[in-house]
């Protein structure tokens, strides 16, 4: 975990953190909890390819990726070690993630035009 | 009694209709499809009929493109005035000939593949996964020429599990064919 060893920093747009082990002054080292990525026109497919494999090894527990195009939120949940896909949520649902079912999203609001 | 204030079409009331534009029947209800695809819409849809079609010319399973329907009878109603589903998959593979008459495919195709443009809304898209998924679709597709991403559902005990979105770069190939490989550069090239 030194400086000169870690290789691989992100800036999630959104996370959570639940262990406050993993914080410190510069920010979280190891795998959030719940990271939130939302796309934009910028992003590339290698980029999208290596931040899913990135929190997949990692551990992250959930991972969403927000397409505001389309008001569509893709939801992978980490079973036994890799990542596996819920239906997608959309707007005109009630979304909650999987680790913390009570919060409820409502995303009429979060995709209003 | 369910009280609706909208009617419940059927296959019966929509083999009638000589509607200009394409519709799909959703649960009895009417569903009109975008004027014309999109450019890049027809581009990457074009371009995986080509590369599926390769595929399937020596496998004994069947590809079809839109405008080709596909009903979905609940509880067993084959009857063409039972049926309030029919949908217009951009691509589908069928591998049972029983399902296949000179009208189309009645029952799930085993692989679905939509190919997302502009017109799609979020409700077409919700109604078409929980469809394909409770008729027994064995793999689905969201196909996103946007962001050069497949995203592949695969029937697990009845319910979709999503995998890995595929992306440009990668060689695609689906879970239930995986001799398939699909050259992901070529279907996303701009």
């Not at chain 2, 000939?97 to 979020?122: H, M, Q, Y």
Request: net charge negative.
């Amino acid at each position: 975990v030194g400086d000169a060893q870690i290789t691989t920093v992100l800036q999630p747009d959104l996370c959570v953190v639940c262990d406050p082990a993993k914080l410190d002054d510069r920010g979280c080292i190891g795998a959030p909890d719940w990271v939130l990525e939302i796309l934009s026109a910028g992003n590339s497919p290698r980029e999208m390819r290596e931040k899913y494999r990135v929190y997949e090894e990692s551990g992250v527990r959930e991972y969403w990726v927000v397409e505001p195009d389309r008001a569509a939120i893709l939801p992978y949940v980490l079973e036994g070690g890799r990542f596996v896909g819920r239906a997608p949520m959309l707007k005109g649902d009630q979304a909650s993630p999987a680790i913390f079912p009570g919060l409820v999203l409502d995303l009429d609001y979060v995709f209003a035009e | 009694m369910e009280l609706s204030s909208e009617p419940i079409y059927t296959y019966a009331d929509y083999l009638t209709w000589k509607f200009e534009e394409y519709v799909e029947l959703f649960r009895g209800r009417v569903v009109r499809m975008s004027p014309a695809p999109a450019r890049r819409h027809q581009e990457v849809s074009g371009r995986l009929h080509i590369e599926l079609g390769n595929f399937f010319r020596k496998h004994p399973c069947w590809l079809y493109a839109a405008p080709f329907d596909v009903r979905f009878p609940r509880g067993g109603e084959v009857g063409d005035a039972q049926i309030t589903t029919v949908l217009q998959p951009d691509l589908c593979v069928v591998c049972d000939p029983a399902k296949l008459d000179d009208r189309g495919c009645i029952g799930a195709p085993d692989w679905v593949l939509e190919i997302l443009s502009a017109g799609n809304s979020p409700r077409e898209m919700r109604e078409k996964y929980q469809v394909y998924e409770e008729s027994g679709v064995r793999e689905y597709w969201v196909v996103e020429p946007d962001r050069a991403a497949i995203l592949p559902y695969v029937l697990e005990g009845g319910r979709f599990v999503g995998r890995a979105p595929m992306l440009k770069g990668d060689q695609a190939s689906p879970a239930i064919f995986p001799s398939l490989v699909l050259d992901l550069d070529y279907v996303f090239a701009e």
